[in-house]
């Protein structure tokens, strides 16, 4: 109806106000300014047309002119509560809080009733995280108008940011049932479902949001951070990816987003990181993140700087000072580590993964993670490393119960994939393995494919069944060694010494150092231990750095009295201090005995301690698979097939040069430790001693029973069935493999009286009673070639089978350095063929047994076992690669003949 007044005679001005306050409905702004003004023209002192007027401009984004209406309006009428509520809304839009909480308590002393006055000043003292003001503001504009759902939504927001998500939930749900359709109350409800792990109804919560407003970008990524807390990581990315789409400057969208990413497409991930810090340079969770990932790619000084300005942005944030515990962990700074842990803990008591870290790097772990999976039973990766420790512990069953608890809360998580095959490997029980190894593979393979850190342990011994994933256990190699490259220059450049190394060196003695976690009780220890003290001190002095404290066993005091150079102990070093301190050693040739292994510390040898580093095969039967590492010492037996390809430039089995030794590569001091076991025939033990029967032909292991898989076991058990009166005899360790080997037994058909357990026994026990089995039989999926060694100096003749990579090849090496080159196999007919033979045709079998005993006794030791003569073959290996450098040569590979 006042539309069609005829304007240029209405001069009413009450008329010319409702007409301004009509298009101002109609978002006709302008109208609505020239409508207040013709007000203003004939009464200048109308309050609410300078009012009315100062509201269109500020909705015009003029804010700073409308406050200056709002003024004229107080001005015209000082008791005028709606134009200091307006005035005062004016003051936060341009962020300017204690002007804006000044004149909403001005408004409010002039009109008390007014409510969005009220809730407008929560707000601002929310922001201020004055939580008990915001929530008197709150319930006074609820008392002053029930039906209010936006204060019904602010006081939920302040009990959510409380912790008391109960009753957030409750008024929120209030709020919805004042105002339906409130797309933004959903959204906060669906967050409090979320924040009380009610992923289920948050996400239906989300998508009600999105349903009432379809472009609501804060939804769409709010379902997306549910979504990924739900493991549905694709649903994440979509809608993560809408929700940028809908607000490109949104940078907690682009955080998730990298989140999402992260396990699948790293460097995108990092560029979402880079782009919410580019938005929000103070986002302490974007750098976190950004930090987590630098980790990930292998760039420690670039995580730790991330990490380090989280925690400076937000000194309160607990995530920051754990995954500096972390980064500082794994770089040896422990006493560092364990302080950023524990203020981790203190900034949050609750935080399960502080005390899942603080676990790990404390030898009191299990009371750590016990305490972490209180706080948060779903945690998988406290029950991973809970399970972990188990396994260190001999406990594997509680291991395996363990594990399966992290893989049912996290299905695809590595770790504890691998970890779980380790344990049922150690108990011999091979249900669902194949699947298992399966699932394991395409973790790995999708980890590499993500650019991420292969973290799974595939390289430990335990895992002989993923040698053949060795492309991606070389990935893992170079990542986990970066971990160092970042926080401490190279010593020594790729492939060549520096001046200081080589100069006025030429003639004098090569200073070897040998780097190592088992200098003690350890089959590194017993392999090659005593034979260091043995080399040519005219022309090497010898250094031993150990990763690990003395065990106290008499293999350790031996080597510290006998090296000259004695052994230095990093076990409390930093990976940068201990290469610090071999370089400042003038080390020529690093020589690496671990591998792979546990408590290995790849990381030392990455920063080039030493101008040329070489590794051994003796605790990992397989390549480094990193350029810090320039000659690997093989054989022709182990290299074997391996060698064109490598040539060739395509192996994925071996990236090293090859220094090639004549005979095995696998060292040993049998002749200079074990000697004197056999001089008196009386000190054999018969097999009465203990409880084995003397009529029986007895087939044994006494290796590892994780190395032994479920076709090797067939095999055995078919041997069995072919040889009457045999007995399978083995180690027991651990018990509770015992069970599990019976019942396979069973399953193929074999009696379980015919397996036989012995416990463990200290070395030369265990070496001496070896003489109580007629056969030994390998393992053929990874050699136990230390049991291989043991038995082959008894006099007991072992089978192998020769496979086609350096694990399965290291028995070989031995038989055939020993001179028994039968004894080993193509195919695993022939390894049973021959098992049975030997069993059931006395000449033949006594022909093996007089040619062992010959080649321990001599005249002459057979190669094997001449290991003075062994070497001084790597002493010569050494000089040829020293003279290399010195010829300023890259490496080659090495034939000493």
């Not at 976690?517 to 080399?535: D, Q, R, S, T, V």
């Not at 021959?834 to 190669?863: C, I, M, N, T």
Request: glycine share 6%; with cysteine; proline share 5%.
């Amino acid at each position: 109806m006042c539309t069609s007044v005829d304007l240029p005679a209405q001069a009413r001005v009450d008329n010319l106000l409702l007409l301004g306050a009509i298009n101002f409905q109609l978002r006709n702004f302008s109208e609505s300014i020239f409508y207040n003004q013709q007000a203003i023209r004939i009464e200048p002192q109308m309050a609410e047309a300078y009012s009315n007027l100062a509201n269109a401009l500020k909705e015009l984004g003029d804010v700073r002119g409308a406050m200056q209406f709002y003024l004229k309006a107080i001005k015209c009428k000082p008791r005028f509560g709606d134009a200091y509520n307006n005035l005062a809304s004016a003051h936060m839009h341009l962020g300017q809080t204690n002007d804006a909480i000044e004149t909403f308590q001005m408004g409010l002393v002039i009109d008390p009733g007014l409510v969005d006055a009220h809730c407008n000043l929560g707000n601002l003292f929310k922001a201020q995280g004055k939580l008990a003001a915001a929530r008197r503001c709150y319930l006074e504009a609820i008392r002053l108008n029930p039906g209010f759902a936006i204060a019904w939504s602010n006081l939920a927001g302040i009990f959510k940011d409380e912790g008391q998500l109960s009753t957030a939930i409750a008024y929120y749900r209030e709020a919805i049932r004042l105002c339906p359709p409130f797309a933004d109350v959903y959204s906060n409800l669906g967050s409090a479902m979320q924040e009380q792990g009610n992923f289920v109804e948050a996400r239906q919560c989300y998508q009600t949001a999105i349903r009432l407003r379809p472009d609501f970008a804060i939804a769409h990524g709010n379902l997306g951070s549910c979504l990924l807390a739900s493991n549905d990581a694709k649903g994440a990315v979509r809608a993560l990816r809408h929700a940028v789409q809908l607000e490109p400057n949104f940078p907690d969208a682009y955080n998730n987003l990298g989140n999402a990413l992260r396990k699948t497409f790293m460097r995108e991930a990092i560029s979402c990181y880079r782009t919410a810090l580019h938005l929000k340079p103070d986002h302490p969770h974007a750098y976190s993140n950004l930090g987590n990932a630098m980790r990930d790619r292998g760039l420690v000084r670039e995580a730790i700087h991330c990490n380090v300005t989280a925690a400076r942005l937000m000194p309160h944030f607990a995530p920051a000072h754990a995954n500096l515990g972390s980064l500082l962990r794994e770089q040896g700074q422990l006493d560092q580590a364990l302080a950023h842990y524990h203020q981790a803990i203190a900034l949050d008591p609750d935080f399960a993964e502080a005390y899942t870290n603080l676990g790990n790097a404390l030898d009191d772990a299990i009371k750590c993670y016990t305490t972490a999976l209180k706080i948060a039973p779903g945690l998988a990766e406290a029950h991973a490393a809970l399970a972990a420790v188990h396994g260190d512990g001999g406990n594997y069953e509680d291991a395996i119960m363990c594990y399966e608890r992290a893989l049912a809360l996290r299905p695809h998580f590595p770790d504890a994939f691998a970890g779980l095959l380790q344990a049922k490997d150690f108990v011999c029980d091979w249900t669902s393995r194949a699947h298992h190894l399966q699932c394991l593979a395409s973790l790995l393979e999708a980890q590499l494919v993500a650019d991420v850190s292969c973290m799974s342990p595939v390289f430990h011994g335990h895992l002989p069944c993923v040698q053949p994933l060795d492309a991606l256990s070389r990935y893992a190699a170079r990542a986990r060694a970066n971990l160092a490259l970042s926080t401490c220059g190279h010593f020594h450049h790729h492939h060549h010494a520096s001046s200081s190394a080589t100069s006025g060196r030429e003639k004098s003695r090569l200073h070897i150092g040998y780097l190592s976690a088992n200098f003690g009780n350890h089959a590194i220890g017993h392999l090659l231990g005593p034979l260091l003290k043995y080399h040519d001190r005219s022309r090497f002095f010898v250094t031993c750095y150990s990763l690990t404290p003395s065990d106290g066993s008499s293999l350790r005091s031996n080597l510290e009295h006998g090296v000259e150079g004695s052994i230095k102990d990093l076990s409390s070093f930093s990976s940068s201090d201990a290469a610090r301190l071999i370089h400042a050693d003038g080390v020529h040739i690093l020589a690496h005995l671990d591998g792979h292994t546990a408590n290995a510390r790849n990381e030392i040898l990455a920063l080039r301690p030493a101008p040329i580093q070489v590794g051994f095969i003796l605790g990992f039967p397989g390549t480094f698979g990193a350029d810090y590492i320039d000659y690997l010492v093989l054989d022709r037996i182990v290299l074997g097939p391996l060698e064109p390809a490598r040539k060739a430039g395509t192996s994925h089995d071996i990236d090293e040069c090859a220094l090639i030794l004549p005979n095995s590569c696998i060292l040993n001091c049998h002749a200079l430790e074990y000697d004197d076991l056999f001089e008196n025939p009386g000190a054999r033990p018969g097999r009465s001693k203990y409880g084995l029967p003397e009529d029986a032909f007895i087939f044994a292991y006494f290796g590892q029973l994780n190395k032994v898989d479920p076709i090797a076991y067939g095999v055995w058990m078919s041997i069995l069935k072919r040889v009457p009166n045999s007995i399978l005899l083995l180690i027991k360790s651990p018990e509770s493999a015992v069970v599990h080997l019976k019942k396979a037994a069973r399953d193929l058909q074999v009696h379980e009286q015919r397996l036989i357990f012995m416990d463990s026994a200290p070395k030369r026990e265990h070496i001496l009673r070896g003489v109580l089995a007629d056969l030994l039989l390998d393992t053929p999926a990874c050699n136990a070639f230390d049991a291989t060694m043991d038995a082959l100096w008894t006099g007991t003749p072992v089978i192998t089978l020769l496979g086609n990579s350096i694990a399965t090849r290291a028995s070989a090496s031995l038989c055939t350095a020993v001179g028994c080159p039968d004894l080993v196999t193509s195919t695993l007919d022939e390894y049973e063929d021959l098992a049975v033979s030997l069993a059931l045709d006395a000449d033949k079998y006594w022909l093996f047994r007089q040619k062992l005993e010959h080649a321990r006794r001599g005249p002459v030791y057979a190669p094997l076992y001449d290991c003075k003569a062994t070497l001084k073959h790597l002493e010569a290996g050494f000089e040829a690669i020293w003279g290399k450098v010195i010829d300023h040569q890259p490496p080659g590979d090495i034939i000493i003949s």
